[in-house]
DNA sequence: GTGGTCTAGACCACG
DNA sequence: GTGGTCTAGACCACG
């Protein structure tokens, strides 16, 4: 799985290799059990820090979505909890951009098609 | 309309200050041509810098959400430009969201009731 | 002549005034010895207060394009000194938007026949 | 490159700052890719506020003429987006000060050799 | 070290 | 009274 890194984003480096990891697996790109690059081998990839992937995959293994040990660096979790729910931050999230959506003129169908997209399958 | 801030939240202050206004517009609170709180109105009432709230309504003013005049203080715009597409930066996040939601387990339905209640209908 | 206020301009109403009078003297709707509505006429129509009209009418005197008499009101000007120059305000503010035309990719023949455009005639 | 700040123009600090930096990009003084100052540097080097300083990039990053990130700082865009026009202010300042210069005498043939001065060739 | 955020407080032009 | 600008100074996350 390939990473890009946007430097000029505001969103944080280490946000953006977290995202992009769960975003691989949420798409099956990357599957249960599936072996991530080492923190070193990454950071050297994609030329930043091994601090920040360090702090990418921490963040990723209290979520739940990865598991590391010493001997094998990390994988993906095999059986990721299924909370069934969003955490309220991505529901504020979710809530704003709906709203801006409206306001922009975007229709209820419209936006539905977007998100089919983005869904997959 | 009351403006809540969460002074824990990693959004700041002026984002969360611009995202309630603008989901006031969104979902009708606040109709076109509304009078807003005056900048000193509103950063005594919720207790913030005035520096800070008037960052929040300059942006609205650059987004073209709201006007402002010397004499008046700021509105709604009457005539809010429908663009009818999504950010880049809101499709991203709503990409990212919509992973999230996929590998927490909800159901595309579900996930469209929750969009749905976010819409109002 | 009609003046058109944009009340959420960032120009100052009385600089709307100012510059409109200037550009009707300029473009020949408003002829040398023409008498100019008075600040009370003036500032009813537009629906502003006099002595936002009286300072426009100030600073169009100060700067020799309008002759007030007690009797008479505001009249336009018979002689406007020819400077043959533009101010060092104006200097700059035109090679600020050269600046901007060029790096927005406007050739040089699209900026002269925006100018022709603007002389008239 | 050296920013002069005219402490008793009209015109804000924060928009001198801007406005110099883009007829710099323009002009080919700051090359695409080009490293701005610090914040903290400029605001030194020019005795004024950083919070000032910071304004201006905020408002060419916004514009995209320049891009920040947390471990570089700003740097000049390599890509800036051609939209081909003025905006509608600058539209409007450029046909009052082509009024002003009509009014003044300037020949459209000198106004022709201003502009090409400053287009520079 | 870098940009970003926020405050308390001041001053200003506009109207 | 209104928004806009600016300062001095502090603190923060990111890297």
Redesign the interface.
Known sequence: MIIKIN??S?V?IYLQIR?QI??G???GELSAGEQLPTVRALSAEIGINTMTVSKAYQILKSEG?ILTDRKNGARVRME????????NE??D??????????????T?N???K??DE??GN
């Open positions: 430097e000029y505001d944080p995202n769960v975003m697996i949420s798409s979505y990721i909890d299924q909370s069934r729910s969003l955490s991505n529901k999230e979710l809530k704003r951009i709906v709203s801006e959506a409206r306001i922009s003129g975007i209820r419209d936006f539905d977007m998100i983005m869904w």
